[in-house]
């Protein structure tokens, strides 16, 4: 027949593939991209699906955010703040960058930043436990001062006294009989990173560019109140449903229970069960 019709059996075998609809996939990327709070790229897009049990591609994941106009807030470019004052005091840099700790609240690292409300500005403080990356304390107010380090130390659920170094940067909010008081009284070592060197404390300046990025910049505050609402709400985020790249894409909380059970089944635990950590604003 093909010889009769003068057509070649490649033609007539050939059948036109059915055009696959990727609909589902575009609103699965969509959907993971709004409950990121509109912070996630194609990589931590990826691994959401992933652990939804959808397999695609950073490329394609690349490809349906640009059909669809889907812009991480990291992609903004930001303004630098100017250096301030240091703190010249000549304690050394217990932490030397060792950014891992094998116990909850051994080692403990903060920072402070500011946000627009209103008509002024307003400072956060956050601490991070190496253990897990998990902001495990926080406080919020319109100076920048010891008395808002104190407050954020103060909001840590669980004993001090299991704290081992306090990580700062040299802030000169840091340097202050306050602050030496409640380490002193807990038996806590303060660390400072060397002057200049923000590598030093790179967990929290990471975590306050994450913060940044998905809080500061997207949002506008109105008053404190609304700037407290939201940072409970951020913080509850981060901890237990934020997917973090230096964890394994896993949460902190996540991480902090699989730790603990290993650590638990240990013949000889080397720390102590810690509760889940609740922060108060």
Avoid at 259 to 275: F, G, H, I, N, Y
């Amino acid at each position: 027949m093909c010889r009769a019709l003068g057509i070649s059996r490649q033609t007539y075998y050939y059948k036109v593939k059915p055009v696959r609809s990727e609909s589902d996939l575009e609103e699965a990327v969509e959907t993971s991209f709004q409950q990121s709070r509109y912070n996630y790229g194609a990589r931590k897009i990826k691994a959401d699906l992933a652990q939804q049990g959808i397999c695609v591609s950073r490329r394609k994941v690349r490809r349906i955010m640009s059909q669809r106009q889907l812009v991480s807030n990291y992609t903004r470019a930001q303004f630098k703040p100017h250096k301030t004052p240091v703190n010249d005091t000549t304690l050394p840099n217990l932490l030397k960058r060792e950014f891992k700790s094998d116990c909850p609240l051994e080692k403990i690292v903060t920072d402070l930043t500011y946000v627009r409300v209103g008509q002024a500005w307003y400072y956060v403080c956050f601490v991070t436990d190496l253990f897990n990356r998990e902001i495990i304390g926080s406080s919020y107010g319109s100076r920048k001062d010891a008395e808002l380090v104190k407050r954020a130390l103060q909001s840590i659920r669980g004993s001090l006294a299991k704290v081992s170094i306090f990580h700062t940067d040299r802030g000169k909010e840091f340097d202050n009989a306050l602050i030496s008081e409640v380490l002193e009284t807990f038996g806590i070592a303060h660390s400072l990173s060397q002057k200049g060197c923000p590598y030093d404390n790179a967990v929290a300046e990471s975590t306050y560019k994450s913060f940044k990025m998905e809080f500061v910049y997207p949002n506008q505050f109105e008053t404190p109140e609304s700037l407290g609402l939201g940072l409970l709400d951020y913080v509850n985020w981060w901890n237990h449903w934020r997917l973090h790249e230096a964890l394994g894409y896993q949460t902190p909380v996540s991480l902090r229970t699989q730790r603990l059970a290993k650590l638990s089944l240990d013949s000889e635990p080397v720390c102590d069960t810690v509760t889940e950590t609740i922060l108060t604003f």
